[in-house]
């Protein structure tokens, strides 16, 4: 019998996932960015420079940018410490493809490789990296624990784990008016900017069945980290977790 997991609130066999978080993203590729700002208001940008800085980068640092998206924690990295050398990765050849893109039109590709790649099976040795960036991609993972061991196979012994993702407000009222926000506009603006709305839907579904802070910080602990500690943003919306063996 296949083992399940969940896409969004619906339950898929774990072989499936993958295959609809891959239409979902071909879907929305061409419009991320914009949906992104306006989802956002524009914040998800403080937030991913906030991750940048927290990440507390050597200028010779080896990073891998998984889930990379379109490149924004990506670029930050590549303008601020231009002697790195960044591995931008992706599951989905259209959202990669849409990143390489802007990272040669806006002349960041200069210290940057592109990868397809699943962030559940990494192609690196041991101990490869510095740095591992994962920007609003793990909630897509099929398996999350297997991710997050094998980020940690890959970071070289005083390396970091960052991982900036939707989590669960603090305040009770906060969340019901986060709640009506997530089920009421994002779809409609999902239907009006990008002409989909039902990935803007699963989008909400996801966030609402990724793990919260504790759980989150627990399952880095588990997966071989001796320290994790973690940033609550816009009261919990998002949150920012900092494996290290520190």
Same mark, same amino acid.
């Given at each position: 019998? +296949?083992?399940?997991?969940?896409?969004?609130?619906?339950?898929?066999?774990?072989?499936?996932?993958?295959?609809?978080?891959?239409?979902?993203?071909?879907?929305?590729?061409? +419009?991320?960015?914009?949906?992104?700002?306006?989802?956002?208001?524009?914040?998800?940008?403080?937030?991913?420079?906030?991750?940048?800085?927290?990440?507390?980068?050597?200028?010779?640092?080896?990073?891998?940018?998984?889930? %990379?998206?379109?490149?924004?924690? %990506?670029?930050?990295?590549?303008?601020?410490?231009? +002697?790195?050398?960044?591995?931008?990765?992706?599951?989905?050849?259209?959202?990669?493809?849409?990143?390489?893109?802007?990272?040669?039109?806006?002349?960041?590709?200069?210290?940057?490789?592109?990868?397809?790649?699943?962030?559940?099976?990494?192609?690196?040795?041991? +101990?490869?990296?510095?740095?591992?960036?994962?920007?609003?991609?793990?909630?897509?993972?099929?398996?999350?624990?297997?991710?997050?061991?094998?980020?940690?196979?890959?970071?070289?012994?005083?390396? $970091?784990?960052?991982?900036?993702?939707?989590? $669960?407000?603090?305040?009770?009222?906060?969340?019901?008016?986060?709640?009506?926000?997530?089920?009421?506009?994002?779809?409609?603006?999902?239907?009006?900017?990008?002409?989909? %709305?039902?990935?803007?839907?699963?989008?909400?579904?996801?966030?609402?069945?990724?793990?919260?802070?504790?759980?989150?910080?627990?399952?880095?602990?588990? %997966?071989?980290?001796?320290?994790?500690?973690?940033?609550?943003?816009?009261?919990?919306?998002?949150?920012?977790?900092?494996?290290?063996?520190?």
């Amino acid at each position: 019998m +296949n083992k399940k997991t969940h896409f969004g609130y619906k339950e898929v066999d774990e072989s499936d996932k993958s295959k609809f978080v891959g239409d979902v993203f071909t879907s929305v590729s061409k +419009n991320y960015d914009i949906m992104n700002d306006a989802m956002s208001f524009g914040m998800h940008r403080l937030w991913k420079r906030i991750l940048v800085e927290l990440a507390a980068i050597g200028e010779n640092d080896v990073v891998l940018d998984i889930a %990379s998206g379109t490149g924004d924690i %990506s670029k930050l990295i590549s303008k601020e410490y231009p +002697n790195t050398n960044i591995f931008m990765s992706d599951i989905n050849y259209d959202m990669l493809n849409e990143g390489r893109n802007r990272a040669i039109d806006e002349s960041f590709d200069s210290n940057c490789s592109f990868c397809q790649l699943s962030g559940e099976i990494l192609p690196f040795k041991d +101990n490869a990296f510095d740095l591992i960036t994962v920007g609003f991609g793990l909630r897509n993972f099929t398996n999350k624990e297997r991710g997050l061991k094998e980020m940690k196979r890959c970071l070289k012994k005083n390396g $970091k784990l960052l991982i900036l993702e939707f989590s $669960k407000p603090i305040n009770s009222t906060f969340s019901k008016i986060y709640d009506w926000y997530s089920f009421n506009i994002l779809p409609r603006l999902g239907s009006v900017l990008a002409n989909d %709305s039902e990935s803007y839907q699963y989008l909400a579904e996801s966030i609402r069945m990724h793990p919260n802070q504790e759980l989150l910080k627990n399952m880095v602990l588990n %997966s071989g980290f001796k320290e994790c500690k973690f940033y609550n943003l816009l009261n919990g919306v998002v949150a920012i977790h900092i494996g290290s063996d520190a």
